[in-house]
């Protein structure tokens, strides 16, 4: 024993072991005491992670397989991206499967960690680190006409390239519209006729989605003059 009392010793642990706890017992030399204790005794594992496809698209299916190897692979793994977990999935023939709708825009690590057993460790993979991007939007707004007689009106129309889905916040004057973006990436607004006569500013902005970023204010002017009177 040392100075506090305390010893150690080296055990070797041999293949035809019985895995999982172990008591142990220690009895001093000099005073006979006898101290009870337990050891986990576990095959060591080891996890590799895959992804199909190997460079992932933004918001596209994506499979996780995790292979582990060593002792008794039976058990759980647990995918991780970043230290948010993703899922669990069940080890078949030392393999686990998540399959996944798809990634959101940003960074991403993934990691794959396959539980403790009561005969096998843990073991963490391989990290899969990937960057997503939005795709940028084509944005135009026109109306039908630029100026137009109390009682006329026009319509505002906006068309977003590329976009699958979202809103479009739409201002004249101090009114805000929050307008559905259709499949083909148009929404229209047609302004009310009974406007007084006057300058509007008419401004349009696209909200985004999980694939496409929002867009950059765009505006325009609108003019509404007096009726002709006789």
Do not use: C, W
């Not at 630029?146 to 026009?154: M, N, P």
């Amino acid at each position: 024993a040392d100075a506090s009392g305390g010893a150690t010793t080296p055990v070797l642990v041999t293949e035809s072991v019985t895995r999982g706890p172990s008591a142990i017992t220690a009895v001093g030399s000099g005073t006979g005491r006898t101290s009870h204790g337990e050891v986990k005794i576990l095959d060591a594992s080891s996890t590799v992670l895959t992804l199909a496809p190997e460079a992932p698209e933004l918001n596209k299916p994506v499979t996780l397989t995790a292979t582990v190897t060593g002792g008794d692979t039976s058990g759980d793994v647990e995918f991780f991206d970043g230290t948010t977990s993703i899922g669990t999935a069940p080890t078949v023939d030392g393999v686990a499967t998540l399959n996944l709708a798809g990634f959101k825009a940003g960074a991403h690590s993934v990691t794959a960690t396959f539980a403790e057993t009561a005969v096998t460790a843990e073991s963490t993979s391989n990290t899969s680190a990937f960057a997503l991007v939005k795709g940028q939007p084509t944005f135009m707004m026109s109306l039908s006409s630029a100026a137009s007689t109390f009682g006329s009106g026009a319509t505002i129309s906006v068309l977003v390239g590329g976009a699958d889905g979202g809103t479009v916040k739409v201002t004249y004057g101090t009114v805000s519209k929050n307008l559905p973006v259709n499949a083909a990436g148009k929404a229209t607004l047609v302004l009310p006729k009974t406007l007084k006569a006057g300058r509007y500013t008419v401004s349009a902005k696209y909200s985004g989605t999980d694939t496409i970023s929002e867009s950059g204010e765009v505006r325009t002017t609108y003019t509404v003059t007096r009726k002709a009177t006789t």
